[in-house]
């Protein structure tokens, strides 16, 4: 599964680290390593496969440059966030990286798992560019070829693995938006096959 159909075709299902592949504090361990194992810390700084969220973006609470890469450090962020909340059933990240109307339905969405008693755990690998640019740089529209690995829903409960679905691929179209001197994703759109 690759999008969650009740929102609508403009949530993608997260991004980057499947079952484990990133350190977390606390909450739940379906593939059983706590934090602290030492496989997943190692391995997700190179999860995507290229730049993290954090390579062109500046420090914690500084302006981000008004620049389509930084737009695109912006929307690995969006996608690292978004990820993580469907981990933990958590949309308060993700006021820092999305503005409504997507955040509004990503939050509903999360809120609808969570009162299910689920997880969702996703793997995709991104291959983003910028796509075009308002004449102001205000916004930035970003289109990707996401490869979904495999999207597995796991008992909130229990821990267990309840099903999963193989991936492929789909073409994603994000809008940035630059609002307080930071970037943040207010719209997507699933397409076709990429």
């Not at 997700?44 to 730049?51: I, K």
């Not at 109307?101 to 689920?118: C, E, N």
Request: glycine share 12%.
């Amino acid at each position: 599964m690759r999008f969650r159909k009740s929102v609508g075709p403009l949530v993608l299902m997260g991004l980057l680290a499947a079952c484990g592949s990133r350190a977390q504090t606390g909450g739940f361990h379906p593939n059983g390593q706590a934090p602290g194992d030492g496989a997943s810390a190692a391995s997700s700084s190179g999860a995507t496969g290229g730049a993290t969220a954090g390579d062109d973006a500046p420090g914690a609470g500084a302006p981000a440059p008004k620049t389509p890469q930084s737009a695109l450090a912006a929307y690995r962020a969006y996608q690292l966030a978004y990820e993580r909340a469907y981990e933990t059933n958590d949309a308060g990240g993700l006021s820092a990286v999305a503005m409504d109307p997507l955040l509004s339905k990503v939050t509903q969405d999360i809120g609808a798992v969570r009162a299910q008693g689920l997880i969702w755990r996703f793997h995709n690998i991104l291959n983003p560019r910028v796509q075009g640019s308002s004449s102001d740089l205000s916004t930035v529209v970003i289109l990707d070829c996401v490869r979904t690995l495999g999207s597995y829903k796991y008992s909130a409960k229990t821990g267990r693995r309840l099903t999963s679905w193989r991936g492929g691929t789909v073409q994603y179209q994000a809008v940035m938006r630059y609002s307080d001197d930071v970037w943040k994703i207010s719209e997507a759109t699933e397409g076709e096959k990429c």
